[in-house]
């Protein structure tokens, strides 16, 4: 199957990127590089998918229409595996322009020109955060999610809509997938886990939002790609689907689990609540189960061992 898998030197895209590469499929990736946070991170991920001879890579825009079209017409892809976006709850609310630029501009660009080539599935890597800040657990496809809190969530809400959309519209089936706090080997830099490891490392307190009791859903890596694969494979009409661990840890218990599989000290500092964060997210993961036969297994305390066997051999930069 020859894929175009946008994001693909990212920390998720290129973990799936390998996936499908190592079951035979081509893969054309698609990344612009940006500055986000080092480029370089991602041009090591592209260096290692670039031993694979079934890939390739595009380094381009998803705001520049006529190199999405072009891409497109001349390769006739069979699937998208839509996971560039432009990331971060936080920086979102300081920064609103550039996220409806990339996710909702973007995005509409992708679905245009799958429209115009006929290509049949496309997979749309969305998030947890667009269940907005209810505390109602778990968190069920079927829940309302008319009331996102960060302009994050509401570009990957508006995602999921123009999905469907040419779904209805134009027979594009289409798999949206939420994720739910992932985390792993080559995380992004500026997430809680990656951020907090580096902080310790340099002996510097890790600042901890309210009174640590916020919970979220992490979900290893390795798993988010087996329901990204999978989702794939049965992509048939229009299916949202949680992909998280299906269990929650708290902050500060994520602080002492994180320290233990360094083995690091960890100092914390308290700072005020941030607009935007919700108290909780926690995946009920039964459709995905039926559906896609998806099966995360990875616990908490296993999955940091991984990310601290990755993060010493990579150093502190």
């Excluded at 907005?132 to 969530?153: K, N, Q």
């Excluded at 002996?203 to 890596?221: C, L």
């Excluded at 993961?285 to 993060?311: C, K, S, V």
Aim: aromatic share 10%; with cysteine; glycine share 10%.
């Amino acid at each position: 199957m020859k894929i175009l898998l946008t994001g693909a030197a990212g920390f998720i895209g290129s973990h799936t990127a390998a996936s499908l590469l190592r079951r035979g499929d081509e893969v054309i990736g698609l990344d612009n590089f940006n500055t986000f946070y080092d480029p370089a991170r991602k041009r090591r991920n592209a260096a290692s998918l670039a031993a694979h001879a079934g890939f390739s890579l595009v380094e381009g825009d998803l705001c520049d229409e006529p190199l999405i079209a072009d891409l497109f017409a001349r390769h006739r892809f069979d699937a998208v595996i839509h996971l560039a976006a432009w990331a971060g709850v936080r920086p979102s609310i300081e920064r609103p322009g550039i996220y409806i630029d990339v996710n909702v501009r973007g995005t509409t660009h992708v679905l245009e020109a799958c429209r115009r080539t006929g290509v049949g599935r496309l997979v749309f890597a969305s998030s947890s955060s667009v269940y907005g800040g209810r505390d109602t657990v778990p968190f069920r496809e079927t829940d309302p999610v008319d009331r996102p809190i960060s302009p994050y969530a509401a570009t990957k809400k508006a995602g999921e809509v123009l999905c469907y959309t040419y779904h209805h519209l134009h027979g594009l089936n289409v798999s949206a997938l939420r994720f739910f706090t992932v985390y792993g080997p080559r995380q992004r830099p500026e997430m809680a886990i990656h951020k907090f490891a580096t902080m310790m490392a340099r002996g510097e307190a890790i600042p901890v939002y309210g009174d640590g009791g916020s919970a979220r859903d992490y979900t290893y890596v390795d798993d988010i790609v087996q329901g990204t694969v999978a989702a794939l494979d049965h992509c048939e009409g229009y299916e949202i689907y949680n992909l998280g661990e299906s269990r929650t840890t708290r902050l500060d218990d994520l602080v002492r689990k994180l320290a233990r599989a360094l083995g690091y000290e960890a100092r914390v500092r308290h700072e005020p609540e941030q607009p935007g964060d919700v108290p909780i997210t926690f995946a009920d993961i039964t459709h995905a189960r039926e559906r896609l036969g998806y099966d995360p297994h990875t616990l908490i305390d296993e999955g940091l061992t991984r990310f601290a066997e990755w993060f010493h051999r990579e150093g502190v930069k």
